[in-house]
């Protein structure tokens, strides 16, 4: 491996991942990022990769035709991918086939191809326990899927607002190498692996709460996984060995200090951010509890339920997660109580400059190439730079070890 750690970015959105790359202690260079948003015309979210990368090869072009044009030599691939079904099934010509638009089947068509020897993949949390009528097949197709192509893998499950970040927001995190070229943990038995994994130097922990192991080897194939995978959900930290696994549940532990939603707030901001009578009206509705019947498809009847919200952010603590739908009157967007421009007291909504901060991007990173509307749904879809930024610098730290 060279010095520079060459990165390719997929699912790049407003670079998330390049940004956390370039803020990483590690020696990485991202050579190459794809994002394409389906279904539109106005590719925003590569409007702001644009903006902010110049020097590295941009491409906005859906997934299924960019992944004939990656560069041919790169050591790591990165992206958060969605979390979609990844059943498989035997072809008529008895190759296996996953369902068509699985954005994971163009990932591992990759691996094949290329061989990078790291991949760093981020997930809802979600994917541990997919699909609910058979907790965790999803993930383990993707393992299967990762030992069969060669690599070996440790996953942790982190809420960045656990770690000292200004968001609470769970992402599973997915680090994978070569087992033939990095003897990464090899020499470890599989619990050691556990304790002395990539994340630990980064991600200190109080204790393991649970432990379960699954050999991946008595399944002969991934349709072998998809039709008969029976071990349950996957839990929040986890280390795949020759197919052998090890999972646990964890107390994280930190001792830095922890930010809070009011350190990122803006001292002023424009009148346009408040929110009218009406709509404050519809706010206490939408976060107030609320009992709904409805029918289920086999015309089952049920009540939906939700509990009550606060309308107000308590910004003394990190905040709620940040979904795509923030730039709307939601029930899951924050608002916080500040003074306007005539010195009177009211509700607001947060600044697409405060999404970005929350997710600790650097300021303005999405503005001038889209509408605000689009700023807040793009910092919805990314991730805690910062967090991701300490993930890499763990993931170079074993690279050098293993380099000496
Ligand atoms: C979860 S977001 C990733 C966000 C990113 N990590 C960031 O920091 O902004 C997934 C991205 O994949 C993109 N995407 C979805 N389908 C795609 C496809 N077929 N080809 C390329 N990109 C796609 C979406 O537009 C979205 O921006």
């Given at each position: 491996m060279s010095d520079k750690i060459k990165v390719v970015e997929l699912f790049a959105g407003v670079g998330g991942f390049s940004l956390a790359l370039k803020k990483s202690k590690g020696n990485y260079e991202v050579i190459f990022s794809n994002q394409w948003e389906p279904s539109t015309k106005n590719q925003f979210a590569f409007n702001a990769l644009n903006k902010n990368f110049k020097k590295h090869i941009l491409s906005n072009e859906d997934i299924q035709f960019a992944k004939e044009k990656?560069?041919?030599?790169?050591d790591l691939l990165v992206g958060g991918f969605p979390c979609q079904d990844y059943s498989v099934a035997t072809t008529n010509s008895k190759g296996i086939e996953g369902k068509k638009g699985v954005l994971w089947w163009e990932i591992s068509w990759i691996l094949e191809k290329h061989k990078p020897n790291f991949v760093f993949l981020e997930n809802v949390d979600r994917l541990l326990k997919s699909p609910s009528n058979k907790r965790g097949r999803d993930f383990a197709i993707i393992l299967k899927d990762l030992d069969e192509k060669g690599y070996n893998v440790e996953w942790m499950n982190i809420n960045a607002g656990d770690y000292g970040y200004v968001q609470r927001r769970r992402r599973v995190f997915i680090l994978a190498w070569r087992k033939e070229k990095l003897n990464i943990q090899k020499e470890l038995n599989i619990s050691d692996a556990f304790h002395k994994g990539i994340f630990r130097k980064g991600f200190k922990v109080k204790k393991f709460i649970l432990e379960k192991e699954i050999d991946l080897n008595i399944f002969s194939d991934k349709v072998d996984v998809t039709e008969n995978y029976n071990y349950g959900k996957f839990l929040n930290f986890g280390v795949m060995i020759d197919g052998k696994i090890i999972s646990g549940d964890f107390v994280p532990l930190f001792k830095g200090k922890q930010k809070k939603l009011k350190d990122i707030l803006e001292d002023k901001v424009d009148d346009s951010y408040f929110l009218t009578e009406e709509q404050i009206q519809k706010i206490s509705i939408l976060k107030d509890s609320k009992k709904i019947p409805r029918t289920k498809p086999n015309g089952e009847k049920y009540f939906y339920s939700e509990g009550k919200m606060s309308i107000l952010e308590n910004i003394n603590m990190p905040s709620r997660t940040m979904l795509t739908s923030e730039g709307t009157i939601n029930r899951a967007s924050h608002f916080i109580e500040d003074t306007n421009s005539k010195g009177i007291k009211g509700i607001r909504r947060i600044t697409p400059l405060e999404a970005e901060r929350i997710n600790g991007f650097t300021d303005n990173w999405t503005s001038d190439v889209m509408t605000e509307r689009q700023r807040y749904f793009c910092m919805g879809n990314a991730l805690v730079v910062p967090l991701v930024a300490k993930i890499a610098d763990c993931l170079s730290e074993k690279n050098n070890e293993i380099k000496k």
């Open positions: 990656l560069p041919n030599d790169f």
